[in-house]
């Protein structure tokens, strides 16, 4: 597993405080429209219920709008820890990214809206909350392959959409994935997402344990490093921690860069396969994104889904959950 002491995202490229910037668009109609503010809304037109959670830049709360009854999501934060932290920027790519993206797979950003101090981000609601705390829930913090082959399709066929639209997420990991009350998998967090243009990234960018190889030798990146992600992220889920988790520093970056991968027995050949075929240290050698949805224990697996994932939904409202057991 992940623990969160390595699960916080590296950048090394540079921060600018952009806060003012989106206050601007609220004089403009339509860069305010292709930027994802919706004119107009206030906090009055929300019941603010209980907080679903605190993230690093504020908290998200459990909302309704009063006019349409809709439940969302609705992020706040604040203007002076976001410009203090640096961070205005990678909210501004977040909002403008995310708001175009409308995907079954990928948490749609309907908007946002601020007032002097804080900026409110309206998100879809996924009730089942964090795939890290699902995880960290089961017994040895790892999932069923048939549960696990469900999320790594949905999470292919999300990639799969943001890199046809030149977006590359570049955060693959557990926290960033939320699951909804049927269990399906939300793509979430682009804020170190970027709109690729035909060269190569240099950024490095992502978590440390889910870091391709081109990424820890500094080399330029492109969208493989989310294929990569996939390939740990599946590790993760059967083995119960990810490939290179308790390894640090030098250690760490070795490890990844060599490929260093050993899998257990207790996982499939089926799973084992697919893994192997995903982490390859050369970028354009990774199982591409169609051929990951179309693999055979990806398929075998599907064919089960139906009758598990109700099985899994009991056992998770036994079990926990925070989010309560709403069915959105
Ligand atoms: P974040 O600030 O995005 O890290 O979110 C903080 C916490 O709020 C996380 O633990 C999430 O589980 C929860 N959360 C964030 N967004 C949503 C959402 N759209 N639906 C349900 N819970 C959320």
């Known amino acids: 597993m992940s623990g969160k002491e390595n699960s916080s995202p590296v950048c090394v490229e540079g921060q600018h405080a952009e806060v003012n910037s989106i ?186 344990d889910y870091l391709a190889p081109e990424m820890v030798s500094s080399q330029p990146h492109d969208f493989a490093v989310d294929i990569w992600a996939i390939g740990i992220l599946l590790f993760e889920m059967l083995v119960g921690y990810a490939p290179f988790a308790n390894q640090t520093g030098d250690k760490l970056i070795a490890r990844i860069k060599e490929c260093q991968i050993y899998i257990p027995s207790t996982v499939s050949d089926g799973a084992g396969s697919l893994i192997k075929a995903i982490i390859k240290k050369e970028p354009s050698e990774r199982l591409p994104l169609a051929d990951i949805m179309a693999h055979t224990w990806i398929q075998e697996k599907r064919l089960l889904e139906d009758a598990e994932v109700a099985v899994f939904l009991s056992t998770l409202s036994k079990s926990s959950s925070r989010h309560g057991s709403s069915n959105n």
């Open 23 to 208: 206050s601007d668009k609220s004089n403009s109609k339509s860069a305010a429209a292709s930027s994802g503010e919706d004119n107009g809304w206030t906090l009055d037109d929300f019941d603010v219920g209980r907080p679903l959670g605190k993230g690093k830049f504020g908290n998200v709360f459990i909302s309704r709008e009063k006019k349409t009854k809709r439940i969302i999501a609705l992020k706040v934060l604040f203007k002076s820890q976001l410009l203090s932290l640096g961070v205005s920027h990678q909210l501004k790519r977040e909002i403008e990214i995310q708001y175009h993206l409308r995907h079954p797979n990928i948490l749609t950003l309907y908007g946002y809206f601020h007032d002097d101090k804080r900026v409110f981000v309206m998100l879809d609601y996924a009730s089942r909350g964090e795939l890290f705390n699902v995880l960290q829930a089961q017994p040895g913090h790892k999932i069923n392959e048939v549960i696990a082959a469900r999320f790594v399709r949905q999470l292919a066929n999300a990639l799969k959409y943001c890199h046809s639209k030149g977006v590359i997420h570049r955060d693959i990991k557990p926290e960033n994935l939320l699951l909804d009350g049927k269990l399906n998998l939300k793509l979430a967090d682009f804020g170190w997402s970027v709109v690729a243009d035909q060269s190569k990234r240099h950024t490095l960018c992502g978590t440390m």
